[in-house]
């Protein structure tokens, strides 16, 4: 793996096409609150046939400032971000939400502008979420992992509505050696998370997190997985004060077979 950015466009381009050059976008929750999502997703790029960079200048995809309204300042980091990321084959993050901001958002925010709206939509067909890249770009039918316990799966609202994020993760999940897939009643309902939503509006969010705990117990399931880590730390820290014993993970950690690190929030 390099963690660097090469130093030209040709450079970052694979030199055997079968083996593409992924640029692993690696969030902001993922590197100050989970690093071992980001070593999860390397994991499985590399086992995948990639050749793996985790360019250095990444920042934040901007999407909380996009969200509160703040034009200007995400149009500066989409251009950074396009600018560091835009010569690689791919651009995979392990989240539906920084996904769809980078695929979706970007050219919407840029389109306009002569110069930058046209690299924000070629950017933009270059950028997926990890597991559908796994699966919908590379081919994945199964991981070589195990997992002796019983799982169930929330379905992060940017992932499935904004880049129809559903059977893949479960596809996948499923090839996992000892594990049973459980389904969560009401899977594709918000938690309640929303990034800035929760914070502007506490009451909503906490009622509807609240039904989504509800609904998680009503599965027995010993261990609760997304895609996005934003979601996944709500639902977590929800479960922890209404005493729920259900360990929480990204779907990448079990994907990976990467378990060695205690779940989200420590142990339920």
Same mark, same amino acid.
Not at 57 to 63: I, V, Y
Not at 205 to 209: K, L, P, R
């Given at each position: 793996m ?21 640029a692993l ?9 989970r ?6 997703? *390397?994991?499985?790029?590399? /086992?995948?046939?990639?050749e793996?960079?985790? %360019?250095q200048?990444?920042? #934040? &995809? !901007?999407?909380p400032?996009y ?8 149009a ?22 920084c ?5 979706k958002?970007?050219p ?14 070629a950017f ?7 597991v ?5 770009i590379?081919?994945l039918?199964h991981?070589?992992?195990?997992f ?6 929330h ?6 509505r ?9 596809r *996948?999940?499923?090839s996992v /050696?000892?594990l049973?897939?459980?389904?969560? %009643?009401?899977a594709?309902? #918000? &938690? !309640?998370?929303?990034g ?8 909503i ?5 609240t039904k ?6 009503e ?14 730390m709500n ?28 779940p ?5």
């Open positions: 390099s963690t660097h950015s090469p130093s030209s466009t040709e450079s970052r381009q694979a030199a055997d096409p079968a083996r593409p050059h992924v976008f690696v969030t902001c929750l993922v590197d100050l609150f690093p071992s999502v980001g070593f999860a997703a *390397l994991k499985l790029l590399e /086992e995948a046939g990639c793996v960079s985790v %360019p200048s990444q920042t #934040c &995809c !901007g999407q400032a969200n509160s309204g703040d034009r200007a300042d995400t500066a980091i989409a251009k950074a971000t396009i600018e560091a990321f835009e010569g690689f084959d791919y651009v995979v993050a392990p989240s539906g939400s996904g769809a901001m980078l695929k958002h970007y919407e925010l840029l389109g306009e502008d002569p110069q930058w709206g046209p690299r924000a939509r933009s067909k270059k950028v997926f979420e990890l559908s890249f796994l699966a919908d590379r081919g039918t991981v070589d992992a195990a002796a316990g019983t799982v169930t799966y379905d992060s609202c940017s992932g499935l904004e880049l129809g994020i559903r059977e893949q993760p479960r *996948l999940l499923k /050696e000892g049973t897939l459980k389904e969560l %009643p009401d594709d309902v #918000c &938690c !309640g998370f929303g800035t939503f929760c914070v502007k509006y506490p009451d969010s906490n009622a509807m997190v989504k705990a509800k609904r998680i117990g599965t027995g399931a010993e261990m609760l997985l997304a895609g996005d880590l934003g979601c996944l639902m977590d820290g929800k479960m922890k004060r209404e005493g729920r014993k259900v360990e929480v993970r990204h779907v990448a950690e079990i994907l990976a077979g990467m378990t060695e690190a205690p989200i929030g420590g142990k339920a």
